[in-house]
């Protein structure tokens, strides 16, 4: 059905949400557990530390980053229709703006984690 | 077949649960994480690079003052509702009657160890050595 | 698998609902049965509004009401009915609107009113603010406002449940029988079922769909008109059927009187008001029949947009605003279905089959009546525009429809609610439902033969080009053998799904009988009716014979086609005078 | 201009499930949809099934999945579409009963559970209730609503959850709750802020784009719960 109906702007932008809401999880899920490492088994904690570090590392942080500021600044959208439901005339243009801000913030912030891919 | 005359009548909705709390929070605890975990994510993933944070520096630097161990320890029970009721909506799509509850008990049972889990590595983290 | 009901209601628009509610109302058990969902009745796509007198923008009585209804009803209107139509309508738009129907407002919150055609001040000096509307979609709220009524007193529905054939107790409808029941057809699954009843409403609308281009719903087969008929009640004033002037071109989707109730002008090719020649003191706000017939004659002299069978109907003068707010539905059907835009442009429009005066005779409080001395049929009622009571006459006048099925669907509820008092229940037999199932059956078992859409479709074409605006007695007689010869086409109809679930096919098959039903009695009717009235414009005989036609017609079935009887009209107040507007 | 035209066809007397079947039907541009589906059932095959009735966007009879989005049949043209092969299809997430048709009885029963009628305490005055032209406009836009499903049935929390009461109910109840007239907003609002409510509302807007009366169904939705947590607070 999902697939079948074809869903406009309003539709990609509640996937897209309910994607990256769930991606986030497994990572929150390995975060907490490895800065809980930090504390119990510290050379443990450094060691999975590599793996952040790695270059895959960087490319699923990206992600992960990616992810996040979609979520958060299309959960603000929705807060923002809401409280204020004139807004949902808007919702188009809001969601647009959201991918302008995701790129304006996104990129510069990948360029900063993705670098030491290229450096080394 | 269904029987295919209306019932006369108007039959009230009899489950109540919590919904508009659980709304209500998602909302709350969604703009307090946009300040919080975007802060964090800049934070520690932008400004410094992961392969600096050794168990060493989480000791060291960043949980050095008292407020940065407020602040994520209100983070980690931020996210923690905010994913757990996220989660629920989910779940509650694609899952029903005892798959549901069994999944969403392990959603729980998780939540409660990673709150766990997080609250011990904040208050237990030894204090700035050297 | 029978079910009985103390009052049986025939049709959810607006006519069976309000009788449903005064019903419901007055504790009696009824059930209402519909071929579609009620919201779906056509009394929804009612436009441009209902009238009362109620005099909030300008002084208004239901005296100049009523003579108004008389009047554009050409005098053949009894004049009793129109009385209590005018008087009523008051009461039942406050009603209305005390059961939360969101009309329009004035700027002091009362109900908003507007100029409709024929609706005039003063016996006839000029237009007056009567019609109270909610934007251009008052049919819609009257129908939603009503359904919701009923779910608030909960009503039963059987929704999609299509009647197929009326029962009678101790002889046929016409011989002095009782009303007993219905046998409806359960579209969901094919199941038949008698219904019994102490009193039984008809109230199924309208017969539009005989015509090729036609406002109406594809459902509006003349079911209830063509039921009452078989069963030996007389049709009444069937010749008289109205063409509003301003259908969307080859559609017949209607652009409402409403857009020149707010001021939209008609031209002709060379841009000229043409009105002024024909009704210069109303001009565009003349009666439906009198600018119908005004556009085909345009159309006739060549002066058609282009030469061609449309004229313009123009409102961009009216600004944006007006355009926009009052008139929004009609402008999105320019738009969709002509890809025209009537803030700037003009919308080519020709008259389009409309509204069916005639059908049901009653009496003033919806009991059927079977012969010209007003012989009561027990049990049976109608309302609405399956009904003649006859309050629209030769022509009826816009938003007096929806005033007739609040008024009449009003006091069939209250008659109804006091005869089932005291009253046994009918008598039905075992096999009440084998007449229509063998009817139903033959059609189904029938491997091949005649289409029964290719029936109606041809039927359209010549009810359109033999019994429209115009009329004469060569064009009406070659329409009869045609009538004729689809009815006998008729009898070897067949369809293509034998099934039990959802059957269309067969439902649809069933309706077209009902229309060759209502064009076979207009078209004699027509013949006979020897003058020009209202609606009924004969060429051959231009002018109106109040000596030998000041009548109703009846037509009741017979070997051999409809046999023909007339009743008179009830004069109170106005004697008939000539009519110029 | 020929146009393929795909038709999800159900006999539930002779299929074991939907199937497509492909017609190849004459169409002018400004045909709408409806039309194809009639010269369809008049002239191929009388057994097609589909409701309709007032052929003209108003009595919400003919909605259904066209090229993948629900729309009226008789409001969509061919031109609109934008392509030489149509595929129709019932609404989703209803039970088909046959072809085109869907069971819509939960759909109106789920209607009526939001008490959508006038709720008015005290016998009405005798002549008409005041009510300003601003707050006749408040509601206007709900008021317009047909009851055609297009919206309920577009939306991937009612495909989810069938028990969600849907758009359209909520519409309806809109227009109660903001008609200055009405008394009996608690207690729509009460049976709104169930479980099955207008919490599971997502904000998808399948809704809002479906709705063939152009109403704001997304907008009215946010307003009911609006006004739920307002009562709350
Ligand atoms: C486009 C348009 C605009 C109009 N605008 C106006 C206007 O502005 N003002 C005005 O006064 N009038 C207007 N009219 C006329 C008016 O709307 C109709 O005459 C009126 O609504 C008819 O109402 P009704 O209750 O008699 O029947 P309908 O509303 O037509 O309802 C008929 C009912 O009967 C049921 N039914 C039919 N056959 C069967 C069967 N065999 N078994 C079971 N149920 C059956 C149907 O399901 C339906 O519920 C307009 C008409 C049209 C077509
Ligand atoms: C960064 C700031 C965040 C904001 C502003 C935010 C906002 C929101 C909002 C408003 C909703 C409700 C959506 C709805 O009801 O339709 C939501 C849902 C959700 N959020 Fe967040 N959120 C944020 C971060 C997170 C994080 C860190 C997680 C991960 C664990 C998360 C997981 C979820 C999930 C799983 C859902 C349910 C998705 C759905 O219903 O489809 N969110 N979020
Ligand atoms: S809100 Fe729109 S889409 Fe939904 S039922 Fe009403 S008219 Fe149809
Ligand atoms: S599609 Fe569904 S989720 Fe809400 S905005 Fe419309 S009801
Ligand atoms: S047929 Fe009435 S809405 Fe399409």
Avoid at chain 3, 333 to 345: D, H, K, L, N, T
Avoid at chain 3, 534 to 545: I, L, S, T
């Amino acid at each position: 059905m999902l697939i079948r109906y074809r869903g406009q702007e309003g539709m990609l932008a509640w996937a897209f949400h309910r994607i990256s809401g769930v991606a986030i999880w497994v990572f929150v899920i390995f975060h907490i557990v490895d800065i809980f490492l930090s504390g119990a088994n510290p050379s443990a904690y450094d060691t999975v530390l590599q793996i952040y570090a790695s270059p895959i590392g960087r490319i699923g942080e990206t992600l992960l980053g990616a992810a996040l500021l979609y979520h958060a600044l299309n959960g603000l959208r929705i807060i923002v229709m809401d409280f204020w439901p004139v807004f949902t005339r808007y919702h188009r243009q809001l969601w647009y703006l959201n991918w302008a801000l995701f790129m304006i913030v996104g990129l510069p912030v990948a360029f900063v984690i993705l670098k030491p891919i290229f450096a080394v | 077949m269904t029987q295919r005359y209306s019932q006369s009548g108007s039959p009230r909705p009899t489950r109540r649960g919590a919904e508009r709390t659980v709304w209500y929070l998602m909302r709350l605890t969604g703009l307090a994480l946009f300040v919080l975990s975007l802060s964090h994510f800049l934070i520690l993933h932008v400004l410094y690079d992961p392969k600096d944070q050794t168990a060493a520096f989480i000791a060291n630097v960043r949980w050095s003052s008292l407020f940065w161990r407020a602040n994520d320890w209100l983070f980690v029970i931020v996210v923690l509702v905010h994913a757990i009721l996220g989660i629920r909506i989910v779940v509650g799509d694609y899952l029903k009657g005892a798959v549901r509850m069994a999944v969403m008990m392990a959603f729980y049972l998780l939540g409660l160890v990673l709150f766990a889990f997080g609250t011990i590595v904040i208050v237990t983290l030894p204090k700035p050595t050297g | 698998m029978d079910q009985d009901f103390d009052a049986l209601i025939v049709g959810a628009g607006g006519a069976g609902l309000w009788a449903a509610l005064e019903l419901a109302q007055a504790g009696v058990p009824t059930a209402v049965l519909t071929k579609l969902y009620p919201t779906r009745s056509h009394t929804g796509a009612a436009q441009g509004g209902v009238c009362a007198a109620l005099g909030n923008h300008e002084e208004d009585h239901w005296e100049w009401h009523m003579f108004d209804t008389v009047k554009g009803g050409d005098y053949l209107t009894d004049q009793d009915a129109a009385e209590v139509l005018a008087r009523e309508a008051i009461e039942t738009v406050i009603e209305l609107e005390h059961m939360g129907l969101p009309f329009n407002r004035t700027a002091d919150g009362k109900i908003d009113q507007r100029r409709f055609g024929g609706h005039t001040r003063n016996f006839g000096e000029g237009p007056v603010r009567r019609s109270c509307f909610a934007a251009d979609r008052t049919g819609h709220m009257i129908l939603q406002t009503l359904y919701q009524q009923c779910i608030k007193v909960g009503v039963q529905f059987f929704d999609e449940y299509h009647v197929v054939d009326l029962l009678f107790d101790g002889g046929e409808a016409g011989a002095g029988g009782r009303a007993a029941g219905v046998v409806a057809y359960r579209i969901a699954d094919g199941e038949l079922r008698a219904f019994r009843a102490k009193a039984v409403l008809l109230a199924t609308g309208g017969f539009g769909r005989m015509f090729r281009i036609t406002s109406n719903a594809w459902s509006l087969t003349g079911d209830g008109v063509a039921l009452a008929y078989r069963h030996g009640v007389p049709l009444q004033d069937m010749e008289f059927y109205q063409f509003h002037p301003t259908g969307i071109v080859g559609l017949g989707i209607l652009l409402s009187e409403a857009a020149r109730g707010e001021g939209g002008y008609l031209r002709n090719d060379s841009g000229e008001r043409f009105m002024a020649r024909y009704a210069p003191t109303l001009m565009e706000l003349g009666p439906r029949d009198l600018v119908s017939r005004a556009i085909t004659m345009e159309i006739r002299a060549g002066r058609g947009i282009g030469g061609k069978d449309y004229v313009y109907l123009d409102v961009t003068h009216l600004g944006r605003k007006v355009i926009e707010e009052k008139l929004p539905d009609i402008t999105e059907f320019a738009r969709i279905y002509q890809g025209v835009e009537p803030i700037s442009e003009p919308v080519p429009i020709q008259p389009t089959a409309h509204y069916a005066m005639g059908g049901i005779p009653t009496d003033l409080h919806a009991r059927v009546i079977r012969d010209a001395d007003r012989t009561i049929v027990p049990g049976l009622y109608a309302a609405g525009e399956c009904a003649c009571v006859s309050v629209h006459g030769a022509n009826r006048l816009g938003t007096n429809s929806l005033v007739d099925l609040l008024v009449f669907g009003r006091r069939a509820g209250r008659q109804m609610a006091r005869d089932v008092r005291g009253v046994d229940l009918p008598e039905l037999t075992e096999d009440a439902i084998e007449p229509v199932r063998a009817e139903l059956r033959a059609i189904s078992a029938r491997s091949s033969g005649e289409n029964a859409a290719r029936i109606r479709s041809d039927l359209a074409d010549v009810m359109m080009d033999n019994v429209g605006v115009y009329r004469t007695e060569e064009l009406l007689s070659a329409a009869l053998p045609r009538v004729r010869e689809l009815q006998e086409r008729y009898s070897r109809v067949h369809v293509d799904d034998k099934g039990t679930v959802f059957n269309t096919d067969l439902l649809e098959a069933r309706e077209v009988g009902y229309l060759l039903d209502c064009a076979e009695t207009t078209v004699v009717s027509a013949l006979a009716r020897k003058e020009s009235r209202g609606a009924h414009a004969r060429e051959d005989y231009p002018e109106r014979d109040d000596v030998n036609f000041l009548s109703h017609t009846l037509a009741y079935r017979a070997e051999g086609g409809p046999r023909l009887a007339y009743k008179p009209v009830t004069i109170t107040r106005f004697e008939p005078k000539p009519r110029t507007y | 201009m020929q146009v393929d035209l795909r038709i999800l066809r159900y006999d539930p007397e002779r299929d074991a499930g939907p199937h497509w079947v492909s017609y190849s039907v004459e169409a002018e541009p400004i045909d709408r949809v409806l039309d194809l589906l009639h010269r369809v059932k008049y002239k191929v095959d009388g057994s097609l099934t589909f409701r309709r009735s007032c052929g003209h966007g108003v009595c919400g009879s003919d909605a259904m999945l066209i090229n993948g989005r629900n729309r009226l049949a008789c409001k969509i043209r061919v031109e609109q579409l934008g392509r030489r092969r149509i595929s129709v299809a019932p609404l989703p997430g209803l039970p088909v009963i046959k072809d085109l048709v869907v069971d819509m009885d939960g759909f109106f029963a789920k209607y009526r559970s939001v008490q959508p009628f006038l709720i008015t305490a005290g016998p009405p005055p005798t002549r008409e209730r005041r009510q300003s032209p601003e707050e006749r406009a408040r509601y206007d836009d709900t008021t317009k609503c047909i009851l055609c499903a297009a919206c309920t049935s577009s939306c991937p929390s009612f495909w989810a959850q069938p028990d969600y009461v849907g758009p359209a109910a909520i519409v309806q109840a809109h227009r109660f709750i903001f008609d200055s007239r009405d008394e009996g907003a608690d207690e729509r609002l009460e049976i709104l802020a169930d479980q099955d409510g207008v919490w599971r509302c997502r904000t998808i807007f399948n809704c809002t784009d479906a709705c063939p009366r152009g109403i704001e169904v997304t907008r009215a939705i946010l307003e009911v719960s609006a006004a739920i947590v307002e009562r709350q607070a």
